[in-house]
């Protein structure tokens, strides 16, 4: 019984801290950069969102960086447990994706074709194979951005080498494109990002409109890289009278992604995807970018793998506190079961003593249950009813410390209510019969015997 019961007290302790472990709040650091980023800004109100909701499971503990790439090597090197990271950079392979914070299109474009006083027109750029030879400015400091021009212009033919790169901070961008000091100008961002519209109103002339280069060859680029993917830029998506563009351009897109360490727990990544996209559409008018949270890609062969956590969340598949751990819970009752059998064996293991003694005795009980009727001496009698007590109290006492078992001590009661009958009844016998008769009985018994 003590066994089954410590049994019992720890598998409860053991669900109560199973419990508390899976429900408690959990804090994730989440690298994202650079400062003043619309990937930034999307973390700081997700954060503020999450820290508002007092059923939270999970918080955000932001860690801020110089970029997607710091990002990523931050999480590479677990030094963070979520971040937001650019799908066309190295991905880390302790990385799974969790969701797409956003799509990104590259706009490649170039100023309407003045000229300045006392010169001839500068002929206007129409094609990507024009961009020989000429400055192109990248919006951005990052690398990832030249390393997309560079690959479209080698789709095109157009040796990187023989074109002049020249890289402008995103808040120095329109005083430079002002300046006119590049030819074409490529920026990556979404579709409606405040900061290309800027780039291409500050390289507008005299009214004019600049020309957009289609990337006819995206659908190829994306079949060779396949962090990349063809994608569009609607008719007037930058506003203007005439639309900017005029018309829907063919260009190559990239997402950023949020992605989870692999060894986060999936019940910890699965409650933050599900409050991620419960927050989703509440931070829409607040912050717009939001509502461009999009689940992740679950397919087998998907550029980035997705994490287990958030692919449960997905397919409608993830665990309550019982599905995780009903099969301990069960095999914790069954190893429960089991050491209460070996706890009984052993506990019987050491009464096997107690038994051994018991049994002796209750033949003997039965040996004076017949001597009993027979005997001939009231001093014979009354020394069996003393030996009958002690046997009495010995069984009981076996019976307390579980070495005999109660139909055991059932049918020994019934043994000592009959010897005590027969004591009785001999007794009134012998006070009642004549001494001679008892005598002559005695002698014949004995001679019987003998």
């Known amino acids: 019984m003590f066994v089954a019961l410590a049994g019992a007290l720890a ?55 110089d970029g997607a790439a710091a990002s990523a090597a931050l999480l590479g090197e677990s030094k963070a ?12 392979r302790n990385a799974q994706a969790v969701a797409t914070l956003r799509k990104n299109v590259a706009v490649l474009w170039a100023p309407n074709a003045g000229k300045a006083k006392g010169k001839k027109a500068a002929p206007g750029i129409t094609k990507i194979t024009q ?8 919006v951005g400091r990052t690398e990832a951005n030249v390393s997309l021009l560079k690959l479209i212009l080698r789709q095109y033919g157009v040796d990187p080498s023989k074109v002049e790169i020249l890289q402008f901070p995103v808040n120095e961008a329109t005083d430079a494109i002002r300046s006119q000091k590049a030819d074409a100008y490529l920026a990556a961002g979404p579709v409606n990002s405040k900061i290309t519209a800027d780039a291409i109103t500050a390289s507008m002339r005299d009214g004019g409109t ?32 005439p639309d900017r563009p005029e ?45 461009k949270i999009e689940t992740p890609d679950t397919d087998k ?10 692919a449960a969340f997905v397919d409608g598949e993830e665990k309550t506190f019982l599905d995780r751990y009903s099969d301990y819970i069960w095999w914790g009752l069954m190893g429960l079961s089991a050491m209460g059998s070996v706890g009984a064996w052993f506990a019987g293991y050491l009464r096997k003593d107690e038994r051994s003694v018991n049994t002796p005795q209750r033949d003997r009980l039965l040996d004076m249950l017949t001597a009993a009727r027979q005997c001939d001496s009231m001093e014979e009698l009354d020394q069996m009813q003393s030996e009958a007590d002690a046997i009495l109290r010995e069984t009981l006492q076996c019976y307390e410390h579980g070495a005999i078992e109660e139909g055991t001590l059932t049918a020994f009661n019934i043994a000592i209510e009959q010897f005590h009958n027969a004591v009785a009844d001999r007794k009134a016998l012998l006070m009642s019969a004549p001494q001679s008769l008892l005598r002559a009985s005695a002698q014949f018994r004995a001679a019987s015997s003998s």
């Open 11 to 65: 598998l409860l302790g053991a669900l109560a801290a199973s419990y508390y472990f899976a429900s408690r709040t959990v804090t994730l650091r989440i690298a994202v950069g650079p400062a003043n980023s619309d990937d930034l800004r999307a973390v700081q109100a997700l954060t503020q969102a999450f820290n508002n909701q007092r059923s939270s499971q999970v918080r955000l503990r932001l860690v801020q960086t």
């Open 81 to 92: 447990d979520l971040a937001i990271i650019r799908g066309d950079l190295e991905v880390p």
């Open 131 to 138: 961009l020989s030879g000429r400055r192109i400015g990248v």
């Open 210 to 241: 600049p020309t957009f280069l289609a990337i006819d060859s995206a659908a190829a680029i994306a079949q060779n890289h396949p962090a990349y993917e063809a994608s569009e830029i609607p008719a007037g998506t930058f506003g203007g009278a």
């Open 247 to 291: 018309e829907e351009v063919k260009t190559i897109g990239f997402s950023h992604h949020i992605v989870a360490r692999k060894a986060v727990s999936e019940s910890t990544v699965a409650a933050f995807t599900r409050q991620l996209f419960a927050v989703r559409q509440a931070l829409k008018n607040e912050f717009p970018l939001a509502a």
């Open 301 to 310: 062969d998907a550029t980035i793998p997705v994490h287990p956590g958030a």
